[in-house]
């Protein structure tokens, strides 16, 4: 759509006058959910999302009998935006959660032999939850960094007799053996643009997610939008993201 | 969390060191939600509620409207990991029970009747919970939707009574709440001295329960206070200033 | 509103001639259902509803090991009023399904102890299903009586080998250590009235259920309704229902 | 009530004392359901079913109605507690599949296409079930659609027949139901010798199955005549003195 | 409907010059589906449905604690009308899969003794799936040749210790017992036909669908259709059903 | 076929015996359902899928009519007996996400702007999973389109290419894709040179990644050349023809 925010983007220029590559303020505060074995909340400029990971026991896979497994969850809460309703997760509720389970799972962050109670019979389950509190665009960005945060404040409980969970009582923090972060590279006419807010947002032709680790190696991909890419496109998308993912890193320390 | 044998009163105070009649400490914020038209956060204790308030807004599809009065839906909902054990997403039994009476105990304090076809969207995410989250999401609510211009005949405040271990107390917390002999929610509009919402299991005397009313009413007359002093202090600020004030420390301290 | 019905109660006057607080004639047949652990039919006037208990096996909560529970659901089938329809119980099925089950519950009347099997791994799940057939006002009411004659009919049955139940045949019946009662005091401009007809709650602006027990203590409240009502109405409504409780408790002998 | 090894046929008898081709005690009574247009409650010995009829009336939302005729809606429910296992709330196969079947039992009967844009609504719901349970729903659905004034070429009458150990029999009940060999569901418009529903499971030559369906024509006959006896007598009573009978002495002997 | 197809139908003729009882060409193909342990495609004419078995372990009924079973599921996939849509199976899905089933279980086909694996804990479960791929009428017909040919073609996996299912490893193929088959015979006017397609059928005024055994005995019935049928009908059709199944079976060896 | 220690790779060749950039035997069939307005039916080794395409056809009901562009709508679902384990019908989030991202890779390529208020609805069943599905559905979902007349800028090919015990590959079967050390999934425009699906896991280098690509786009033109061949084959051939032998032979070799 040929709106002011697209007028402006294809001459290298933001509403809010910031670089093409640059962020919005980006706050994080871990250790915010008392319940929780791990949370935290992540705020892009106003965008802002509470990550909480829960702990529970269950049973292993049969392929991976001395695993134990994450699931991630996300709710674009009614109140995140006006357009939203409450009721099952929709299909960008459901990609969001899936992408920022993969930056997660295939980046190898967490080592699931490491979760296994009893082989082939108890393992722990890590739920980790999004919840969406303001959508003011760029989420899939900020839910991993909030996912990330809330993962390093994670402790494992106690368990009593290997059967209840001593809620509150813990025997150790989550071993992370990585430290992936995510950057969605946008495209808009020729132009790339990173963290977008949700003006600028409807504007967007293309957008290619990335998740890199520690050692520059690319961890999940996904392509957005409705538009097509060059190939050269997908290396540059690809350069930038490696390159700043260096800098949200730091944030995750 | 749940039920349990050990004292919840020891040398005359509760297990969290409070006099009988004495209430957590509460803090109360206005503008938690950047999209909505109103919104508050408010915690006593460890049990904290976020809402956002969108409305008075056109009804849609157009068969929803009322023709001679505005309408009002209310959801709480409580954020997966805001308890012990992970809430599962979606409706509960409870959580209809509570959207519904507390909808009703803003009913009687909005004047909805002027503004036909229109409705009030009120969404509560109770984010931790430690006992009394109904009352805590309501005093949230009510500032929220002053702050979203709701034409009110007065604020709504609520609070929680109830009877552990023989011993009349105000503002039960998780532990009070699962053990308790006698628990009552109460919303009052505090200067009409009116009741909106009552709630009660246990089992008490008549006259346990009206000293307990009594309590609530003191209660519920204070956190009013509390309530339009943070309404106040509100307006006075530079909400743009304050917003990026928050990104940077973090949101929820 | 300000119909017919109104009229004549802010005039202590009613459809059909009867006192302010007069109920209908009220029916109870227990033993009506074959299948059924308890069952038994109420009539209030022409609102009838069916309660039938099913006693089932299952595995006690962590917090409860050596104790049994309790489920009351309410289905509104679409029989009974013009205005419903098939499909997932609504708010005032789920509400009215909680409030029967809290003043079963919070009244103590079952000792769930005595429904444990073997403590930590089975107790008997007693599931209380609410079916209203005819929607003539007043449900909450008749519903409490149903459930409460029903759980008076209810016998536990055999086990065979701790494993399989043995239907029809018959262990011991159902103690119920006390015999609570439920009234709806309703109230419509200053007067206050009992059972009213499907007509006259529409005229309402406020309801109080108040569950009581035979000892004259209170077990559970519940305001409905959309106007707000003061201290000294509660009080007022309190002693109508320890009152009239009385009289009801005689009907469950 | 489910398989068992045990004779069904002891000394030329069926376990309930009847003989092969003898009815179970029958019941059928007018006005169960006071707020339905047309309503009826049949009881085949402990197998009961009671039926209310809502319309011919305007079918909303409009997209639904039909231009040329009238549609008819049927549900055929169990109540939770009407069998030896709670039937959980909700939609099951089974119900989806005998709610069609017995609504195609219907339309030959009712003159549907004299009522454009309308619907008639049948709702059964079987409180007991001792086998037989569709047909007894049928037979009352036939009787409160009459008394609803839905006009129809003629009553349907149902019954079942089918095959135990050897020996064709009438009336099954559910012992006989569950280790039948063979198990016919039959309605028909008995004046008019028409067929209008027929099931069958289990194995039956050609011959056994003709025999079992000229049983079925003789019963449903003598079904018709006590359909149109009780609708008969129920017209000559007065209805308000009835209802006041009934609610004193319980509705359900 | 008076169609072209009704026209046609009642002078003994049809749209693509068949006679009144000559099925299309039918095609079967046997294990199509690599991961299934049974699999049949069968087209009639254009009407295509692809059956899957998949061998599932789960615990066996209290009262028939050394059997397996059974599940027919069918799914009128989106694809195969542009009249369906995607979603739970509708009326006529459920009503489909219930007919395959009991033509399968009626009939005694499988010796459901022969799928128990640990008597009271382990039995086998076989999920018969119906995809349902081009609809051009005569489903029922359709669908039972394409399970019974998928049954003809299972095998029974190898269990590794009495746990894990050694998928793609065989213990032996599973036994059939009978070898029934489902005819529906189609009326209009007074003409039988069978095998309409879907043009045909919207003509059609009653159908009974009858599954017959190699030894002639009847192990199903299922009247559909809007219309009224005599005695005479049904003995008329039950002759032509066994007559057809016999030419039908030929194509299950 | 889920986790593996063996080694996929013995003297040089994969498990099936494929050179690492060999692609597993390809089949492409155009008008695999009748009903459809395109349909295709496409097998990589033993993945296989097939799909529907009806459209571009009136959108209903209105309210989801765009007035500006028609709306393309894509299901991508799994058959219950595709998978070594059954899958339970009903929508997955794996399914959720994957119908979005097929959806978005066909966007760019129709012309969709040119059809305001309709819809072009594609539906994908796969009916055997051997690794690579959501590739092989868009390719077949590609042809189905054409052959639909829904105007295409291009045809989309897709392909998957990855990595298994350090080695680089192409088209991944099943045990590869669940052992794979990084999974690819890309669908191109090939001869415009464009990206238009992107899906990455696993961990890869910057490099590894940029070679992939080269091979998943010197496919993409190879299985490009195929689907134009086996469209323009299927317009040579007399339709009704082909159908008959279909049916003769089986449809599914």
Known sequence: MKTYAYDLLINDKRIDGRAMEEYRKIGIKRGIIHNAEGSAVCTIGSTKIIAGVKMETGTPFADTPDEGNLVVNAEFTPMSSPDFEAGPPGEDATELARIVDRGIRESETVDFKKLCIKPGEKVWMMNVDLHIINHDGNLIDCAFLAAMSALADTKIPKLQDEKTIMRGVYESKLELRHNPAEVTVCKVAEKFVLDPDKEEEEALEAKLTIAVREDDTICALQKQGSKDVSMDDIKHMVEIAIAKTKELRKLLK | ?253
Do not use: H, W
């Open chain 2, 1 to 253: 969390m749940g039920k349990t044998n050990d004292n919840l009163i020891v040398d005359g105070k509760r297990l969290d060191g409070r006099a009988f009649y004495e209430m957590r400490p509460i803090t109360m914020r206005i503008n938690a939600v950047e999209n909505a038209d109103g919104s508050a956060q408010v915690a006593f204790g460890n049990t904290e509620a976020i809402v956002a308030v969108y409305g008075p807004r056109k009804l849609f599809p157009r068969f929803l409207q009322e023709n001679d009065r505005g309408i009002m839906r209310y959801r709480y909902n409580m954020a997966p990991f805001s308890c012990t054990d992970r809430i599962r997403p979606g409706n509960s039994r409870r959580g209809i029970e509570i959207s519904k009476t507390s909808r009703l105990a803003f009913e009687p304090a909005a004047f909805l009747d002027d503004f036909p076809t229109t409705v009030v969207d009120v969404f509560t995410e109770i984010l931790q919970a430690d006992g009394s989250t109904r009352v805590t999401g309501i005093n949230a609510a009510s500032m929220a939707m002053a702050v979203a211009g709701v034409p009110m005949r007065d604020l709504v405040a609520a609070c929680s009574v109830g009877k552990i271990q023989g011993q009349l107390i105000v503002d039960l917390n998780g532990i009070e709440d699962n053990n308790s002999e006698a628990d009552v929610a109460v919303a009052m509009m505090p200067t009409k001295d009116r009741l909106t919402l009552l709630q009660m299991d246990g089992v008490l005397t008549k006259d346990e329960l009206f000293t307990l009313l009594d309590k609530a009413r003191e209660n519920c007359m204070r956190i009013y206070d509390m309530q339009k002093a943070a309404i106040k202090n509100s307006f006075k600020q530079n909400p743009d200033a304050e917003a990026a004030v928050e990104a940077d420390k973090g949101e929820m301290q």
